[in-house]
């Protein structure tokens, strides 16, 4: 049974991953490797289907439904996804969330937020996410709903 704080937990860990693979690339490690870790340990893309949409994704690839597509976005090289630049390699040196509203169902859990990203470079990026977490057979917290997008600006 899914519990608030274990929501809190998951939305932590998600955070802290956008800055690890900055960290990583940044200091000369294999990027791509710890996503696709990051990919296996909380994203449910092994065990069953995600829908991911990415904040920064349009066209024919606006939506990821496949581990590589993830990956691509997470840290671009990937051809089939030439739009790809690597979202997370920024790199982003703090992520944090804030305005979590949850419904738990059983083993999901639904969430809205807002995200905010300060990049290394002092930039800053706001969206809003939702996610729908899953308790998985194994006993790990995955995503297997994520949605991003800018707020809208009239």
Request: aromatic share 14%; charged share 20%; hydrophobic share 40%.
């Given at each position: 049974m899914f519990t608030?704080?274990?929501?809190?937990?998951?939305?932590?860990t998600w955070c802290d991953n956008v800055?690890?693979?900055?960290?990583?690339?940044?200091?000369?490690?294999d990027a791509q490797a710890f996503s696709q870790q990051v990919l296996t340990?909380?994203?449910?893309?092994?065990n069953g289907k995600v829908l991911f949409k990415?904040?920064?994704?349009f066209g024919q690839n606006t939506f990821r439904?496949?581990?590589?597509?993830?990956?691509?976005?997470?840290?671009?090289?990937?051809?089939?996804?030439?739009e790809d630049r690597g979202f997370k390699l920024k790199p982003?040196?703090?992520?944090?969330?804030?305005?979590?509203?949850?419904?738990?169902?059983?083993?999901?859990?639904?969430?809205?937020c807002n995200v905010h990203f300060i990049g290394a470079d002092d930039s800053h990026?706001?969206?809003?996410?939702?996610?729908?977490?899953?308790?998985?057979?194994d006993g790990k917290v995955r995503i297997i709903l994520h949605q991003s997008s800018l707020p809208y600006q009239p």
């Open positions: 608030d704080d274990m929501v809190h937990t998951a939305l932590q800055v690890a693979v900055g960290v990583a690339h940044a200091n000369g490690g340990d909380n994203y449910d893309y092994d990415p904040t920064l994704t439904p496949t581990k590589e597509g993830a990956l691509s976005y997470f840290v671009g090289g990937n051809e089939d996804f030439p982003w040196v703090k992520v944090w969330y804030s305005e979590v509203d949850v419904i738990l169902h059983g083993d999901l859990a639904i969430t809205q990026l706001f969206v809003n996410k939702s996610f729908v977490f899953k308790e998985c057979d």
